[in-house]
């Protein structure tokens, strides 16, 4: 879902005036949005780009057909990944007036009409649902006689999903995972052998998994045509959003439900350049393919992005260029429809805790410069990688959420707040509101009660917490107070209490004031203000056990997914090692490469096409004196004195501004023939190839060059920034003249000659 609900001109948030009419539903729509909306007849496949307004695009769709007659609500599926997302739509849909329409999650949907229709095709009640079955799975692996690590269990657990959704049998799994590449934890014929004993044991207990709700629904449609036709009766009007991110089993329940090939009443939705859950089964192939298989299918390019910066995009739009692949082949060109922004910042770091301290200062700085924590993210590659961050924040005594933890509307306090304000609603003259001037006082006046204050406590923990839930529900009122005032409703405590009641049946949480912290897969469909890439280091991203070209592929997508959800600020940093005083040997992600100030010519010239090429910066001096030199790309530690002055492997790809490389070199030779000395005695080539890839804009620049010291320095480093300005000096022979005694400085001209190439 994109975020908050900006999804193109004239966007309205969650609360905003209901549209008084059909017409009025299109207003603010953009042309591509508003073909989407008014594409009511399917098949319709609607490609969508980050940040490019797609839920706007289809909610409006669904509250158009509703409004005009065309779709009955009742016979509306809306069909969702996440029961968030579904939340977010059922609370769209209400406010556009399309009540009554369906919005749920495969398995939501799936499990509804198996408990529905199970006692008629099977007889009997509905075996029990197993929602945890890492227990069973390592049940099923000491029946097999495995002996299996706690740690290995996840893994094992997740291959058995894998082979579900993907509709592989026990047998079948040794054959399957050779043939799709896949890295299985433990021996093959293991895993087959715990599946088979998994699945087994839950017949013995009469148990199903989340899989077996898919598995057992289409079949039942399969096997009973009149049941299935009265699926098809009930629901004619199909959506299903993150089309991308279909597996096999999701796709053969979908033709269930819309009859196979017709898809008369289908709409998708989704983008293959967002594609990051093929370890799961999904696969983009369904979204690709969908002309082919629906060559009627209306088609709505949607690239308009409302969500971030014209320097974001442009990252954004970089990083997929480097992409091979079917998915690449289809991805889309975002345009920023927003004014400039900063540029991206790339910053390197000795070791990982000085990582996450700067991330943490920097977070800080943006909050004192006014931007809300919660609308700061700090994003990483693995969950493992948040407890540093936490560390970090809490040190500065700044509030942070996980992303993927307790459910709002499940933890304690706000179940109690919830309680004391629907006493307060039903009361109607409770003494503690009697005085408040409007909604939020009332809330902030009944929460009071629980210790809420109008300030927040210091320091992080559990207290922090608390306040951080109270404080979410007090600006949740007053927005829901401004969005009812501006529709001419009322905004008393009852309206709010059903609010709260219906985001907490749709799982629809409002945002806690603090930073988030969350993996670049739980980040997928949200967006913020400012968000900080991190740990972009090679084996981190792309992940060490992504060998083949479409695992690696896909590590590009999530890195994609990350630099799309910043608003405005991004940041993208990496340690060269974990440690203070470790080794520092690691190396920038190579998805950057290119894109990045100084990782090639392509990154300069990419950021000269944008408003800037963004900023590099280092956590320490660019170049101790003494201490070791890294490639400047790869980071790898340089030895050779060729690569030291370059600052990067001879190998690895150059930044180099070969216009200036070449001007310099005649400007050499002609100052070399004036001294009657080689050239590599007034600068070797190495020390040219440095200034052409530094491009020194002053003095101090300048000296940082390996090879440029203070006599050089005085005999040419005006005419070097001369040159490096885009002016070609004229060389006053009079004035520059060879040393009297006509001698070259013979430790100069000898430290210049053992790093010559040329020699």
Not at 4 to 29: I, K
Not at 77 to 95: I, N, P
Not at 129 to 139: F, I, N, P, S
Not at 506 to 520: D, F, I, N
Request: with cysteine.
């Amino acid at each position: 879902m994109d975020g908050g609900g900006f999804g193109g001109p004239g966007g309205a948030g969650w609360y905003g005036a209901r549209p008084s009419d059909p017409d009025a539903v299109l207003a603010g729509l953009d042309p591509e949005q508003r073909a989407v909306a008014t594409a009511l007849h399917g098949p319709v496949c609607v490609l969508a780009g980050a940040g490019t307004g797609k839920t706007r695009a289809i909610t409006h769709r669904i509250a158009y057909g509703v409004r005009t007659g065309v779709f009955q609500p009742q016979q509306v599926l809306a069909v969702t990944f996440t029961a968030r997302a579904a939340g977010e739509m059922r609370g769209r849909l209400r406010q556009l007036g399309a009540e009554g329409v369906q919005a749920r999650t495969f398995h939501s949907a799936a499990l509804r009409q198996l408990q529905y229709f199970w006692p008629r095709a099977v007889g009997g009640e509905v075996p029990r649902l197993l929602e945890r079955k890492v227990q069973l799975v390592a049940e099923a692996a000491g029946r097999s006689g495995l002996r299996v690590q706690r740690s290995e269990l996840r893994d094992l657990t997740s291959e058995i999903e894998w082979a579900k959704v993907t509709q592989i049998v026990p047998d079948d799994y040794p054959v399957a995972v050779a043939k799709a590449g896949r890295d299985a934890p433990r021996d093959p014929g293991e895993i087959a052998r715990v599946y088979a004993t998994y699945e087994q044991t839950k017949r013995d207990r009469n148990v199903i998994d989340f899989e077996d709700v898919l598995l057992l629904t289409a079949a039942i449609l399969e096997d009973r045509p009149e049941i299935a036709e009265r699926v098809r009766a009930q629901y004619r009007h199909f959506t299903v959003d993150e089309y991308q991110d279909v597996s096999p089993l999701q796709q053969r329940l979908l033709d269930q439900w819309t009859g196979g090939g017709a898809g008369a009443g289908l709409c998708v939705v989704g983008d293959a350049s967002q594609t990051i859950y093929s370890f799961t089964g999904a696969t983009p192939d369904y979204l690709l393919n969908f002309r082919t298989k629906h060559p009627d299918a209306t088609v709505v390019k949607l690239v308009r992005d409302y969500r971030s910066t014209p320097q974001v995009v442009h990252l954004a739009n970089g990083l997929l260029a480097q992409a091979r692949g079917a998915a690449a082949r289809h991805r889309l060109e975002l345009v920023s429809q927003r004014p400039g922004g900063p540029e991206p910042v790339y910053v390197e770091y000795a070791d990982e805790p000085t990582e996450a301290e700067a991330t943490a200062h920097r977070i800080k700085e943006l909050i004192d410069q006014g931007v809300r924590a919660s609308e700061i993210a700090v994003l990483f590659r693995t969950n493992s990688q948040s407890e540093i961050y936490e560390q970090a924040l809490a040190d500065l005594g700044l509030a942070y959420q996980l992303k993927g933890a307790e459910r709002f509307f499940e933890r304690p306090e706000v179940r109690e707040a919830g309680l004391l304000l629907r006493g307060a609603a039903r009361a109607g003259s409770d003494p503690l509101t009697a005085d408040a001037p409007d909604l939020a006082a009332q809330v902030r006046a009944v929460l009071a009660t629980r210790g809420f204050t109008a300030t927040a406590p210091a320091g992080s923990g559990a207290v922090r917490e608390r306040w951080e839930s109270l404080a979410a529900l007090v600006r949740l009122a007053e927005e829901f107070e401004a969005g009812r005032r501006a529709a001419g409703e009322p905004a008393d405590l009852p309206a709010y209490v059903a609010e709260l009641d219906a985001r907490a049946a749709a799982q629809h949480a409002p945002a806690v004031e603090g930073a988030t912290l969350a993996s670049l897969h739980a980040a997928k469909g949200l967006e913020w203000d400012a968000v900080f890439l991190v740990g972009l280091t090679e084996g981190t991203l792309p992940i060490i056990y992504a060998k083949t070209d479409e695992q690696l592929e896909e590590e590009r997508r999530l890195l994609y997914v990350g630099v799309t959800r910043a608003r405005a600020h991004l940041t993208l940093s990496w340690a060269l090692a974990r440690s203070p005083g470790g080794r520092a040997g690691r190396k920038p992600t190579r998805f950057l490469d290119g894109l990045r100030p100084g990782s090639g010519a392509g990154g300069a010239r990419a950021g000269a096409r944008g408003s800037g090429e963004g900023s590099v910066e280092r956590s320490a001096a660019r170049r101790a004196p003494r201490g070791p030199v890294r490639c400047r790309v790869c980071g790898r530690t340089l030895t050779e004195a060729v690569e030291r002055k370059l600052r990067r492997c001879e190998d690895c790809p150059s930044g180099m501004d070969e216009g200036l490389y070449e001007r310099l070199r005649e400007w050499r030779s002609r100052r070399a023939k004036e001294q009657g000395v080689p050239a590599y005695v007034v600068f070797t080539d190495a020390t040219l190839m440095a200034i052409a890839e530094d491009v020194p804009t002053s003095v101090s620049e300048l000296t940082q060059i390996s090879g440029v010291g203070a006599m050089k320095l005085d005999k040419y480093g005006a005419d070097v920034l001369s040159l490096c300005s885009g002016e070609d000096p004229e060389v006053d022979r009079a004035a520059e003249t060879d040393d009297p005694s006509g001698e070259v400085d013979a430790d100069l001209a000898e430290d210049e000659s053992r790093n010559s190439p040329e020699k």
